[in-house]
């Protein structure tokens, strides 16, 4: 096989039975050099309506029942509740369709919060989405349960929350296969849903239209008997407390900002068009509901939802009638699980963009072999089965979590827009169309975010805030450590001493005899460049060439700034080339091996065997920051990829030598290492 210069796509041998198992369940991993790959999987406005989108329809199954049971006695005012929503919706929505013009990278209120209210603000709209997102997967679970449960005998009831937790567990291994693959299988749930609700809206408002005068004398007479007991300050604090409780029915609307990566180009009228469906789907069917319960007079029924009590006044109990309560209700509870989908797909999004700003650990902006962020997948599954348990699946309480993350985050959207629209940048003009929006927002978020805090801060909203404060004190920590290696890395660049004259001629590898010095790099930097240099002086007459072993890694940030893989392996390879350059200055023939993939360690396991093959006799060497006192969480925030890969290639007899950089609490120990 011909030496030298080689590029390589994958290596394949029999993987262990543990990966061939895995490899099963999760499927095929993607070709990551397959030509416009991101954009093949990118989602077409549909799919991003059924993946994105349905958090927000799907929350149409238990945010207006919040609203309506928070009004009690006092239904009449439910009439108004609609029309609140409806706007509510559509300032929200159209809010969000400004930023998505905005900020067309993606990243929702931690990006806008990051570029116009500073990097403290942008923490904490990013611990608030990653527990929401966490939340949307608990409450429409939870929902979904109670949705299919309401029509099982209560005898049933005790199989619930196991139920739950399995619906979680499914979801979790779809996510795992891939987006596309996850959505897919949904949409004929979504598709039956819409059917089965517009059959329940519209049937409860047409086939009642002889009802409406009768309703309208009784929420005539309503508003009389309360402005009589009450006055308007009492009516409209029952009103906005039904309200703002009632604000679960808002809370997928920024998840398209969210997802703007995964959509297909061009992806802002990817996402308006995605925007525009959701908005106008959750405004008819929330406001629909709504209309629904007052028009049919429906009141709570233990073990039932509303939408279980409204369907059975509108198709009655009859053979027909009860088919139809099953299959709204089975719809309805598997669009929950659709909606769930939202979290999978929007929280690991939040950590990988959080990971590549140093927030939270750097694996999260890792991606899988099927192109999935598997670490944010799973961290959102395991949050999620710990809050079902922690709640019990009590979907008043979920909401309420729910909600006051939420609209914290929407909150510092809109301050921030409001910020930008009316002090913006230089050749920017004032926009006060786009102030007022923002300002209206402000208002509407602030006013939902205060009141539900201060109605249901002892039932769950201390637990929101405390377990996002804790979530924003360890983004503060973990961003001190990887500031702190930051500068120690800096300083390794500037360590570098002056090297030799670069050869007029390259040296000349005689051929394959002789004993091999593979040394594994990354980028053209200081831990490299000081790695090389220790195996030229230690080794300076053992070794007859060097190889330099390199893979670039796609990652969650290729993903949101459509890098394609070509482009990663043409950085690593022009970094390879600068190695093979330095190992030239000290009269040392080498070449390089370069490949790209989404798992380092797996594609140099590969290549190391490989280069073990093709040559006589290969030493590997690599270099490694090591602590001077380790501790349990480095382990999670570095890969510690050398150490790794030694215990890999010992398994098949071939030595790796690390050669580590010593990371002191006063910098990096630039002496000789004390192993060797």
């Known amino acids: 096989m011909k030496k ?76 108004l509740l609609a029309v609140a929503t409806v706007l509510t919706i559509a300032v929200i929505s159209f809010a969000y369709g400004r930023i998505i013009t905005k900020f067309p990278g993606g990243g929702g209120g931690y990006v806008v919060a990051n570029a116009l209210l500073g990097k403290h603000a942008a923490v904490l709209a990013g611990s608030a989405l990653t527990v929401d997102y966490v939340l949307t997967v608990t409450v429409s679970i939870a929902a979904a349960g109670d949705a299919l449960f309401s029509f099982l005998p209560p005898g049933m009831a005790a199989g619930k929350l196991p139920f739950e937790a399995l619906l979680i567990l499914v979801l979790i291994t779809l996510n795992l296969r891939g987006l596309r693959e996850a959505i897919t299988p949904l949409i004929p749930i979504f598709l039956i849903f819409l059917v089965t609700h517009a059959a329940l809206i519209g049937g409860s408002i047409l086939l009642h239209l002889a009802d409406i005068p009768k309703v309208e004398e009784g929420v005539v007479e309503g508003f009389r008997n309360g402005y009589s007991t009450l006055g308007i300050m009492g009516m409209l604090a029952i009103f906005a407390r039904a309200w703002s409780l009632g604000g679960g029915s808002y809370t997928g609307i920024e998840a398209v900002s969210n997802g703007l990566p995964l959509l297909r180009e061009p992806r802002v009228r990817t996402a308006h068009r995605t925007m525009l469906y959701m908005a106008v789907s959750l ?37 027909c009638g009860r088919a139809l309560v099953i299959a709204t209700l089975v719809s309805e509870g598997a669009m929950l699980v659709v909606g769930a989908q939202a979290g999978f797909i929007g929280g690991p999004r939040i950590l ?5 700003d140093g927030w939270v650990p750097r694996r999260f902006g890792a991606l899988s072999s099927r192109l999935t962020s598997g670490h944010g997948i799973l961290v959102m599954g395991v949050a999620a089965l710990a809050a079902l348990a922690y709640t019990g699946g009590n979907v008043s309480t979920l909401v309420v979590m729910y909600a006051i993350n939420v609209f914290l985050t929407f909150s510092l959207s809109m301050a921030g827009m409001l910020k930008g629209a009316l002090f913006p940048g230089k050749g920017d003009k ?26 249901k801060f002892y039932q769950a909203g ?6 996002t404060g804790a979530i924003t004190v360890a983004c503060y920590l973990v961003k001190r450590h990887y500031r702190s290696i930051g500068r120690l890395i800096a300083s390794l660049d500037r360590q570098i001493p002056r090297l030799p004259e670069i050869p007029e001629e390259p040296p000349h590898d005689a051929g ?106 290969v030493t590997f060497f690599a270099g490694q920051l090591v602590f001077d006192r380790p501790r349990w969480y480095h382990q999670w925030l570095h890969n510690n990829t050398a150490f790794d890969l030694q215990n890999r290639l010992l398994v098949f007899g071939q030595t790796l030598v690390i050669l580590p950089r010593l990371v002191q609490l006063g910098g990096v120990d630039t002496g000789k290492q004390p192993d060797k």
């Open 4 to 79: 030298g210069q080689q590029e390589l796509s994958g290596i394949h041998f029999k993987p262990s039975l543990h990966k061939q198992l895995i490899g099963r369940l999760m499927g095929k991993p993607k070709n990551l050099r397959e030509k416009g790959l991101f954009q093949k999987l990118a989602l077409i406005p549909f799919l991003a309506w059924v993946g994105l989108g349905a958090d927000g329809l799907s929350s149409s199954s238990y945010g207006p029942m919040e609203s309506f049971l928070a009004l009690g006695e006092h239904w009449y005012l439910a009439t």
């Open 283 to 319: 405004a008819l069917t929330a406001g629909g509901l709504l209309i629904g319960y007052l028009l049919l007079g429906v009141r709570f029924e233990e073990g039932k939802t509303l939408n279980a009590v409204l369907s059975e006044a509108v198709f009655g109990t009859g053979t």
């Open 352 to 356: 990988a963009n959080m990971a590549m």
């Open 430 to 455: 004032r926009n006060f169309g786009d102030a007022a929006l923002f300002l209206t927002g402000l208002l509407i978020c602030l006013s939902i975010l205060i009141i539900t805090t201060w109605e």
């Open 462 to 467: 201390w637990l929101t805030l405390g377990v």
């Open 512 to 617: 394959h005899n002789g004993r091999t010095a593979a040394i594994l790099v990354g980028g053209y930097g200081g831990l490299g460049i000081n790695t090389t240099r220790e195996v030229v002086r230690e080794f300076r007459d053992v070794f007859k060439r060097f190889v330099f072993v390199s893979v670039g890694v796609v990652d969650a940030s290729s993903l949101q700034y459509g890098v394609e893989a070509e482009q990663v392996l043409d950085r690593t390879k022009a970094a390879c080339r600068q190695y093979v350059e330095l190992a030239s200055r000290y009269k040392m023939p080498a070449s390089y091996r370069a490949a790209v993939a989404t798992s380092v360690n797996d594609e140099l396991e590969g290549i190391c065997r490989r280069v073990a093959a093709d040559y006589d006799d």
